[in-house]
């Protein structure tokens, strides 16, 4: 920089310190075209740019009685500038990681609760199979499925053979078998459908 605009530069700094708006915008023009043009170059966008620039002049007026100068104000500012980039890249990639996992999470939520519902789905039409059973037949199955009791207890209980407990029971594993596979295909075919 000539000597002279340096001289311009520094009564412009100091009366900056002053207060003195006019001081403010006569460095703005000098400096935010270049400042932007290099901030657009490393940001790629704009309107990122001009926020930044716009933050660190509203930095230089807000802190402007305390900021020490020992280069020019040129080096200082985009010195300056150059963490704001940094600092904005930073927290850019941050909100992105956190955004990601974020989307993440309300998949595998909603993957879990869709996996409950069809679960609930399954659980509810098996149960009305197991409703269109014979009364005996169903009676055994809860027995031996929900109650968990064995064949010999099942037949002590209702007085009743082990060999037709046994009979019974494959009867209805034979009937929810086939009804287990209809559910599957309506499974299959249920996105397609929706």
Do not use: C
Request: charged share 25%; glycine share 2%; hydrophobic share 45%.
């Amino acid at each position: 920089m000539p000597a002279h605009n340096v001289q311009i530069e520094t009564k412009l700094l100091q009366s900056l310190k002053d207060g003195d708006q006019s001081a403010f915008s006569e460095l703005y023009e000098l400096h935010a075209a270049s400042l932007t043009g290099y901030a657009v170059s490393r940001l790629s966008s704009l309107d990122e740019a001009k926020d930044i620039i716009q933050d660190l002049f509203v930095y230089l007026w807000e802190e402007r009685e305390n900021i020490v100068i020992t280069t020019s104000l040129k080096s200082f500012l985009f010195a300056a500038l150059r963490y704001r980039i940094i600092d904005h890249i930073r927290k850019n990639i941050t909100r992105r990681k956190y955004a990601e996992m974020t989307l993440r999470l309300v998949a595998d939520y909603m993957a879990s609760a869709e996996d409950e519902l069809v679960a609930k789905d399954i659980s509810r039409m098996l149960e009305l199979a197991v409703n269109d059973l014979p009364s005996r037949t169903k009676e055994i199955y809860r027995l031996s499925r929900h109650r968990q009791l064995a064949v010999k207890e099942i037949a002590s209980l209702l007085h009743l053979s082990e060999q037709t407990v046994k009979n019974q029971l494959t009867t209805a594993l034979s009937y929810l078998r086939i009804s287990i596979e209809r559910i599957a295909v309506l499974l299959l075919i249920w996105p397609i459908l929706s």
